[in-house]
């Protein structure tokens, strides 16, 4: 049974930084794509980065480059997500997810509050 198990998010002042972490276990996960998703109320959910299977590419939302880095390690079977200069627009549940969005696998979803 895959298991993505997502921690580290809470409540941060604008400005701030927080670090995402997601535990996999069930899988085989140096061979997944690992991603991160944010979905806000009222919005859909929508892709913040992503990273291959070997960890050399990744890729960012515009609206985080620069802001956000995703990283892995494959011998922990973690991806982490360190997100500096939060904004209130940041504000969301963030989704880990393993092998794309229509045939992957999800986590339940890490809230991210930023507000003063």
């Not at 929508?46 to 956000?68: M, Q």
């Not at 390690?73 to 209130?88: H, I, P």
């Amino acid at each position: 049974q895959v298991r993505l198990v997502e921690s580290g998010g809470g409540l941060v002042q604008p400005g701030g930084s927080l670090r995402l972490s997601c535990a996999a276990s069930g899988l085989l996960f140096s061979r997944f794509a690992m991603s991160w998703y944010r979905q806000a109320p009222g919005k859909e959910r929508e892709l913040v980065a992503i990273i291959t299977s070997g960890g050399g590419t990744t890729n960012y939302a515009d609206a985080v480059k620069g802001r956000f880095t995703i990283s892995r390690d494959n011998a922990k079977y973690t991806v982490s997500l360190q997100m500096n200069s939060l904004k209130s627009e940041d504000t969301a549940v963030y989704y880990c997810n393993a092998g794309g969005r229509v045939n992957g696998y999800w986590g339940q979803g890490t809230q991210v509050t930023v507000s003063s």
